[in-house]
T-cell receptor, first 113, second 108 residues
Framework: SQTIHQWPATLVQPVGSPLSLECTVE??????LYWYRQAAGRGLQLLFY??????ISSEVPQNLSASRPQDRQFILSSKKLLLSDSGFYLC????????????FGPGTRLTVL | DAKTTQPTSMDCAEGRAANLPCNHS???????VYWYRQIHSQGPQYIIH???NNETNEMASLIITEDRKSSTLILPHATLRDTAVYYC?????????FGTGTSLTVIP
């Protein structure tokens, strides 16, 4: 069976500090991978998605970046965090065949102070 | 991807059917209608999806109008555990754009 992991589960960081959130998927190969952010009381915002190693599509220009160094690893980074980066960050995967559903990880709750 | 419109919130009595509407008047011919739900502080959970025909699974039923401009998610016998935010999404299956959804509260 397939599982998706995210870490850390919670994170408190000062403004201006760097960020690295990691997501890994087990039990599948060549998944589509996604990063979403959910600000308090808001809907999910698609940040990045990837259809393969080194292939990243950015949905929203901002101070975040994503990388996919391995087939089942997806990393969200920032060089300098802003207060507005606080939120619930969710990683998701889906099989590359169209119309399949996405499966979400447990999320990382980031608080920038 | 299609823009969807959903009511902000709804209540439903426990044991009754919950009918959650969604308007997607700009949906294109190759976009499916997906429904997800999100229980507080968890990742969204897939419920069901469909293209033209009505669909049913162990969780819910999806009724899509003939013109595909709207759909209704039906939870046949709502329980307290169905309290969540429900998202309706139009997608070709690669990118998914979640709106703010409908906050469903099941009342005992």
């Amino acid at each position: 069976s397939q599982t998706i992991h995210q870490w850390p589960a919670t994170l408190v960081q000062p403004v201006g500090s760097p960020l690295s959130l990691e997501c890994t998927v087990e039990g599948t190969s060549n998944p589509n991978l996604y990063w979403y952010r959910q600000a308090a009381g808001r809907g999910l915002q698609l940040l990045f998605y990837s259809v393969g190693i080194g292939q990243i599509s950015s949905e929203v220009p901002q101070n975040l970046s994503a990388s996919r160094p391995q087939d089942r690893q997806f990393i969200l980074s920032s060089k300098k965090l802003l207060l507005s980066d606080s939120g619930f960050y969710l990683c998701a995967w889906k099989r590359p065949i169209s119309y399949n559903e996405q499966f979400f990880g447990p999320g990382t709750r980031l608080t920038v102070l | 991807d299609a823009k969807t419109t959903q009511p902000t919130s709804m209540d439903c009595a426990e044991g009754r059917a919950a009918n959650l509407p969604c308007n997607h008047s700009t949906i294109s011919g190759n976009e499916y209608v997906y429904w997800y739900r999100q229980i507080h502080s968890q990742g969204p959970q897939y419920i069901i999806h469909g293209l033209k025909n009505n669909e049913t699974n162990e969780m819910a039923s999806l009724i899509i109008t003939e013109d595909r401009k709207s759909s209704t998610l039906i939870l046949p016998h709502a329980t307290l555990r169905d309290t969540a935010v429900y998202y309706c999404i139009g997608s070709t299956g690669n990118q998914f754009y979640f709106g703010t959804g409908t906050s469903l509260t099941v009342i005992p």
